[in-house]
């Protein structure tokens, strides 16, 4: 998952202006039509950073909660043992563990993989999405406080997107789909490098001749699963659509805000 500019560091810290980046992406592809799509796009994760700072701006209290503020109600179940695991990489959820190692090892992350390991640690690990953040926050080359809130907050469905908040990412479809023979996997999770494509994003599933070959032991090489996701997904849904019935304290209606799809953390 390389295609990224790497200039998000460079924009944090004002290296470079992101003028200066968004006109000379759209001056490229004025001059190759088949950049055009791509700048396009590029331009557009760009805004995603304005716009965060914006929200910051404008509703500061997104700093220490939620956006929408009945989501300030929500009972997080997470453990400090799952949280612990979800830092270190060793979930048993490939993806994660990969993009996990990534920014302890780097400090960045693609940001695909930002809003892998941020839906898993909020509607898997049902985890407060503020100390995913924070974590972030301390290890991320290009952290910023608007990027880093805004797309947690999207991650945890407590914030400016619209989209409902049961939308929630299968780690195991997010791998194969977008790293289908799982390069990016086997680059940051070695142990797993001889294990099959067909498993390499569910080696819990592997039969055991086939972990065998490939060197693998579950529970010692490589962890078992932590949780299961089909049923914390339902835990999720039903902690959240608890809150949204009004069963906890302090619901209120939150301003309506465009539709999209932004990050985590933006990585431009």
Do not use: I, L, V, Y
């Given at each position: 998952m390389p295609a990224t500019s790497q200039l998000s560091a460079d924009l944090k810290f004002g290296t470079i202006g992101i003028r200066r980046v968004a006109h000379a992406a759209l001056a490229a592809a004025a001059d190759d039509e088949r950049l055009r799509e791509h700048a396009a796009k590029f331009v557009q994760e760009l805004r995603w950073r304005d716009f965060?700072?914006?929200v910051l701006w404008h509703f500061p209290h997104v700093e220490h909660g939620a956006f929408r503020r009945e989501?300030?109600?929500?009972r997080w179940q997470g453990t400090d043992d799952e949280f612990a695991a979800w830092c270190e990489g060793r979930t048993g959820f490939p993806v994660v563990d990969a993009g996990m190692r990534e920014l302890?090892?780097?400090g960045l992350m693609h940001n695909r993989v930002r809003m892998i390991v941020?839906?898993?640690l909020t509607k898997d690990l049902l985890t407060d999405w503020r100390r995913g953040e924070r974590w972030f926050m301390t290890h991320l080359v290009d952290g910023d406080l608007a990027s880093n809130n805004g797309g947690w907050q999207w991650a945890a469905g407590t914030?400016?997107?619209a989209a409902p908040y049961f939308r929630i990412f299968n780690p195991l479809l997010q791998g194969v789909r977008f790293d289908p023979v799982g390069r990016y996997v086997r680059r940051w999770c070695p142990e797993l490098t001889l294990v099959t494509d067909d498993f390499i994003h569910r080696p819990g599933e592997?039969?055991?001749s086939l972990l065998a070959e490939a060197g693998v032991t579950l529970g010692k090489d490589y962890p078992h699963p932590i949780v299961d996701?089909?049923?914390r997904r339902g835990a999720a849904l039903e902690m959240y659509a608890a809150v949204k019935a009004g069963q906890a304290p302090g619901t209120v209606r939150s301003p309506r805000l465009p539709r999209s799809r932004p990050g985590t953390a933006?990585?431009?």
């Open positions: 965060f700072a914006h989501f300030d109600a929500m302890a090892a780097t941020a839906s898993f914030g400016t997107d592997a039969p055991p996701h089909a049923e933006r990585e431009p």
